[in-house]
């Protein structure tokens, strides 16, 4: 069965930094693009990130673009997001997204609060 399963959010100051993981099971996962996808309160779920299967493309909304790297470690299974400068418009949850045989999972997400 496939799990995706985030991990690192927390709160940070304005300005601070956070590392995101996301560790995949159940299919394989050298094969897929991986996606971040965050919500914030009363908002839809917005795409963050996406890398593709071998790592070597990653895409980025715009006002995370210069800020936010993802990246990923096929031989761990697992997705990372760096994030830095962090503001309180990051404030959201965040998700591991995987398009598998065009069904869509989802992790259960990871709560990242940016305020002083």
């Known amino acids: 069965q496939l799990h995706l399963v985030e991990s690192g959010g927390g709160l940070v100051q304005p300005g601070g930094s956070l590392r995101l993981s996301c560790v995949a099971s159940g299919f394989p996962f050298s094969a897929y693009s991986i996606n971040w996808y965050r919500q914030a309160p009363e908002k839809s779920r917005e795409l963050v990130a996406v890398i593709s299967a071998n790592g070597g493309t990653a895409t980025y909304e715009d006002s995370v673009k210069g800020r936010f790297t993802i990246s990923r470690d096929n031989t761990k299974n697992t997705v990372y997001l760096q994030m830095n400068s962090l503001s309180p418009e990051d404030t959201a949850v965040y998700y591991c997204?995987?398009?598998?045989?065009?069904?869509?999972?989802w992790g259960q997400g990871t709560q990242v609060t940016v305020s002083s």
């Open positions: 997204n995987a398009r598998v045989l065009r069904e869509d999972f």
